[in-house]
Structure formats: C-alpha cells, structure tokens
C-alpha cells in the first residue's frame, strides 16, 4: 500500500513548510501500518498551468501523475491563504482534471478504488472551506473520500502565527491526523479488497 | 442494503419536486440491485432548526434520524437557489451536526461506514458547488464520498427552465444517476466487508 | 440612514445568542454616527421556506422584507455549523431571491443602492466561508459589499468554546467590527449621493 | 477613469481565450463610457506563487500590481475547471494578499474605494462559485463588489462545448456583461465622489 504526499506550500524547498510538518504527522501513522510514504514539493518541479496529462517541453507534471497513479492513498497538503487552498493545489487539481477521461482496460477512471485526504495549516480560519473544495475536486475524478480523513491547524480569530511557532492546539491535530490516517487506510483497503466496477454504460 | 433519500425541496407535498423526480434515477438504479429505497420529503416534516438529534415538543426529526441510521447508503436530493444548497438541506445537515458526537459501542462515529451522494436539480447554474456543499459537511461528519456519487441537471447561461419542464440534457443526467448508484453500492459494500475501525484514541 | 440587523442564530429568544452579541459591536458603532439600528431574530418568526416574497398563511417574513427595504444598510449575524452558514441565514436568503424580478419604478432591483455586510461567530472555523457565501448570494441579488464589511470570532483547531464564554481574541472582533461599521456607512453615504442608474435594457 | 482585466485563462498567447472573449464585451461597455480598459493575460508573465508585492528574481509581478493600482476597476475573467476559479486567479489573488498590509498615506488599505468584477466562463457548470470566490478573496484585501458586477457563459448539464465554439445564451451574457459595466462604473464613480475614509484606529 502506497501514499502519495502533495505538499502545495507557495515556498521551494530548502524553506520550511507548515503544511509539511503537520502532513509528516498523517504519514507516520500510515508508517506505523506499513504504507509507503512518499513526498512531493510541487513548488520544487516545473509544472505548467493546464488540463492535459502532459503539456509538453519540459513539463515535470507527467512524473508526478506517475506517483499519483503508483499510489492507492493521496493527501493534499495545503497552506490557506483569503480562506481558500493554495493556487498550487489548484494547479494540481487542474493538471489531475484530465483523469476524468482516462480508464483503465475495464473502462474505470483511473481515480476510482484510490482514496484521498487533507491536510491544512493557515495562519487564519479557513480550513474548512479549504478541505471541502480540495475533496470536490477529487470526488468529482473519481477519488473515494473516507468520512474525516483529515486534519488542520489554524487559530483564530483574525491572522496570527503559523503552525510551526505556536503549540497551542497541536495536539488536537496531531489525534485528528491519526484518525485520518485510520480511515484513509481502512478505506483503501475495503476498496482493494472489493473494488467499485467501471461505471455502467 | 437500504438507501435512504432526503428530499430537500422547498415545496410541501403534494407540489411536484424537480429534485425528487432527478433522484428517482438514482433509486431505480439501485432498487435493480435489490437495494430497499425510500424518500422523505422534509418540508412535509415539522423539523426544529438546531444541532441535536432530539430538539423536543414535537421534533419529527428523531423519527428521520432512525431512517437514517437505518440505511447504509444516504442521498441528499436538492434545488439550488442562488448558486447554493437549499435551507433544507443545511437543516437537516446541521440536526446531523449532532451525530459528530455520538459513537457506537465500540466508539465509531455513528455516519462511519456510510456512503453518501448527492443530487442536484436548478434552474441556474450551481450544481458543483451545492454537491461540494453537502459532501464538505457529510465528510465532516463521517460519512465516506464515493468517487462520483451525484448526478445533477440544469441549463446554463442565466436563468431558465426547470428539469421536468425541459427534456434537454436528462441522458447524461440519468447516465450519471446510473454511474452514481453504481458507486454508492460499491462502496458500501465494500465497507460492509471490510468496516472502517473506531479511530485510535 | 436604517441598518437592519438580521441575527440567523438557530436559537429562539429568549436564549442567548453569540452571533448577536458580536453584531451589537458593528451596530453600537453604526449609533455612533447617528445610523438608526435594528434586529430581527428569525427564528423568532414564521416563515415558510420558499423564493417568493410573500408565502401566504401566516407567513411572517412580508414585515420583515419590508424592514429590509426600509434600510440602506443589512447585516447578516450568522452562527457557524460544520464551517458553513445557518440554514436559517439560507432560509433568508431564499425568500430574498424573489427581489431578483422585482425593481423600483425606474426599473432598478430593490436590492441596487443597498449595502451589506455580514458577522459570524462559531465554536470552530468556518467565518471566511461563511461571509463569502452570504454576500456571494446577497451581491447575486443586487446588494454592494463594501470591502472589509464583516468581523468573526471563532478559535481554532477543532471545536472550542463560545464568543460568549471565552474573551480571547474578542479585542481582534471588535476593532474589525468598528472598521466594517466605518465601510459599510462610508460606501451606503456614497450611494446615496451617487445612486447607481438602473441597468441598460 | 481606468478598468483592469486580468485574464486568468490557463493557456498562454496567442491561443484564443473564451474568457477574454467574454470579457471583451464588459470592457467595451465600459469604452462607450469612455473608461481606459487595458487587458493582462497572466499566463504570458512570469508570476511567481507567494504572498510578498514583491518575489524578487525575475518575478514579473510587479508591474502587473503597479496596474491594478492604477485602477479604479477591476474585473478578473476565468475559466471554470472542477466548478471552481482558475489556479492562475488564485496565483494573482495570492500575491494580492500583501495588499492587506499595505496602506495608502492616510492609512487606508490601497484597495479600499477600487470596485471588483467577475467574468466566468466554462464548459460545465460552477459560474456562480467562481464569481462568489474570487468576490470573497477581493473583499477581504478590501476591494468594493458592487451588486451584480458579473457575468458569466456555461451550459449544462454535463461537460460541453467552449463559449466561442456555441452561440447559444450569448444575448443573455452579453446583456449581463452590459449591467456588469454600468454597475462597476456606477460604483466606482460614486466611491471617487465620496471615498471611504480610513478605517479607525
């Protein structure tokens, strides 16, 4: 069983990245369960706006969708910024659109029997919203979404610090992460073990 | 196998229900599995606004709340006004809000292991949003999204006619409701088999 | 110059509300500058859910529609359930949209020349969601949104206490509520002065 | 007076861009008013993701702020993928965020007294979302949405054809494009007759 991180932080690496650190916390549970954790830093990989699987001329994109496609459990990790999920989430989101016409031989879409999660840290409300726009963008390619397969971080009200230097409220994300991962895991398996058909024609 | 539809037009019975007649799509296709299905119209019901699950003195909600514990599969079928789910909808969804606390006797979430859906009739566009809405709030709750698991109609630019006042576009949206049923019963039954644990304390 | 506070609390009286506490911070700065000030609590009143203006039979919601129109000035205090608006706001806000069709004698919508603004308080995330979504819907109508019109409260992560129980952060929602007091005044003076001309036929 | 489009199609020049061609029609309104429009299309820039006026390195930015400044109109024209705004209107609504930190002399926000727009189109439903969205973001940097400064072209239901490969519904978003302009218009002169003043202190 295979995890795949999306970190859709605005900063390239070697910058810190709030929602990364909160992710880690999802992935070690699934560790502790055997799965296979891997990592993406969008921001580090040239990827072109755009709905096609491959845009050409040094498009990094068609690596990632490998990775997507490598791994039963994907988990969107994003900063908030306005209330809403990073562009970068959303250029993934776009990129990921052009699954909603690729099937496998059996004619499924290629998301279906794949799960997905998120992941939110801000440093102002918004996580809510941010989640269920991220989980109607995979759900509308085909991506199961188990019940609370997320977790957040943010305090309110009005703009304040970033999850990496305040601890207030980290342990409610740190138990909310392992739930998620609980039943990012359960689900993954229960579809793997009986998986959705292609759709009836 | 029970489906239980939430009918959450804005018009009492006995005024036809663009939604309802969407939604029967999807119940037929699932009652050719041998799924039991039945509606409840909720403006026929006398439903308190509130987030517990017994708001007294003649609540109709509890008696809507045992169907829905009773069904492994749950639609919500709903106009869409101003680009956004009905108030009837976020009724019942916030009555639902008090679910979130209440656990099983082996401390699962109620929803847990329960498939949702949604479906969407308008006479404007909307249809993607109100079916994230939903699915945002359902997800919250516990209940698990299968990938693709709504149908809607509408017509766009602008405001027009209703869905059974217009046959234009019902084949994809009874395709759709096709693909719909298809995914909500298989996914349940996949979780029927392989149930999804209480989430670690 | 009239500011009708309407408080979409899911509570009747005479329990407290925490959305019209923080909604009597903008309207005590609305006072300051001689604005006339009043609140209408929903839940308090029948009203049929429906998009006409008048439901028949009881329905209460004609007096408050006209209270609307007797004002330049609307706020909306919304509570916060599963990081979304009150139905009860929604409820409002249907029955609003019947002033879509409906226009003054020069053939303006009744809603044009009018302001709006909205406060959110919640016991978890959600207030940008909120906010975004009522004055989507009220600018859908015809309402102008001046910027920064809206204060919130809510502390995060996960759920916690009420505006009333918790002081924290109340200085942040009360500097925020004097600054959309100032905006929504400023911008209902400059329509006023300056009326936007009904649309081109 | 002048209006900025910024046109947050995915694709770069010289590819045709059914956004644009919707907005055309918004900003030639605004000509026979004798308002200066001028059109960016951010894909052909080089935009990089952050929350700073200022990315250093190339970053294109910039400029681009420097004419939206410039401004007393903006209107941001996009394509709908998933029901939701573009990753391109999000990278700029990103780099707007340093807006709220920045002030003109007197201390008010520099978006305060500018007036926002919106411009959709799509080949599936979500235009109402998309409008309600990037509204919300503006707002809260501090932008005025006037009532009805939108307009938008879809058809549903189910994925279908571009704005520039199907006639049908162009009266009504045409028509829609000319209220748009008139109320930006209207708005916008009225906040230049009568400013909203700093908010207190």
Redesign the interface.
Known sequence: MNALFLNCT??PSPETSNSEALAKLVAA?LQDEGVETEFVRL?DHRIK???ESDMGDGDEWPAIRERILGAEILVFATPT????????S??A??RM?AMLSETDDDGR?V??N?VAGVVVTGN??????V???I???L???????????WT???????PGEDFLNDEE?HD??A??A??AA??LL??A???Q?????P??S
């Open positions: 605005l900063k549970a921001t706006p755009g709905v910024w306005l209330g809403q999920p990073s562009s970068v959303k250029l989101l776009e659109d879409p998301a279906y794949r102002e409300d918004g996580a809510h919203h989640i269920t726009e989980c109607g963008a759900n509308d390619i085909g991506f199961t979404i188990p019940g609370q397969a957040y971080w943010n305090k309110g009200p009005g409220g409610w994300s138990s909310t392992k739930a609980s039943n359960a689900v398996r229960a579809l073990a009986n998986p959705v058909p759709p009836p």
